[in-house]
């Protein structure tokens, strides 16, 4: 709370500071002294101009004026309304419209865009299930959703945890084992002497004979090994990838537009499969989309890209013709640090 009120807080040690060393005010507040005398500096050169109310030529690391409308104006972009921040920031960053780091990104974002409420985050207590290569572990799933016209629908999905990509998907309005069949054998097409970990949850039509004798043919026959797996039965993990997934395209993409009817629905549903798997980077697949992961492409290396935009940010900055803030490096000397 302190960081919302540096000036008070900096007074305050201040005139503690006339009969107390400053260090020992310092750890009496818990505060570092190398991050107290950036708060004074902050304070002492503060500038309207600046998205952070910066002096620039004193904080040149900052951002620019014209980095700063890129991320006004990608919070406003119609073609990111469905992205979370950290897909937007990873598309801007592979464009080269923006570098800067994930963390800066979303601090700015949130000054444009203040959040309403922080949401909450429990931290699972086992190990997530995380795949080394592509087509190693799937997980498998059906999410319902009711169209404005009050008709319920099943929406199946396969996804590879390894480059989360959707491998196969339908909607139906009713639940089938025989389209859970299709689906695994749509997903296999193209594939031959694998091994892979099926993920799912303890449904009937996921659970039954007919499933069984299905993976048991495509051992016999085509030498595609599925080990179907029950998610908190036969391991201790949830079904966890999938879910999220479905809870995005609900939250995002279907919820937003609240499809009419069946062929509102499935048209959104292609959309949003469209747009996940080609278009949306993802922060944890090193800034692919789930096609570019799945088919193996190389991860850019973006270190030389930040170095330059960090060395053109900071001669922009201590050259900045702003006029609203006059301080000098003179100033800065006297005033700075006066009294600590």
Known sequence: MLAYDKQSFIDLVRSYAEWIPLNQVLRLFQMNPRLFKSWVSQVSFSCESSSLSLCAKQHPFQITHQEYKVIESSLNDPVYAYWPKSAIHSDLLKKNLLTVSRSTYYKHAK?????????????????PLRAERVNEIWHMDISQFRTRDDRRYYIYAIIDNYSRKILVWSCLDCISQIEIGNLISKALENLSGIRIRLISDAGTENVNKYIQKLLHEFFNEYDKHINHQIALRHIRQSNSMIERFFRIMKSQYLYRENPANYPDLYQRLEFTFNEYNGLRPHYSLQHQTPNEAYAGALARDFREQYSRAQNQRFKKNKNCPCRVCTCTLEANARHAFAGT
């Open 111 to 127: 000054l444009i865009q203040p959040e309403s409420q922080k949401r909450d985050y429990k931290k699972p207590t086992y190990t």
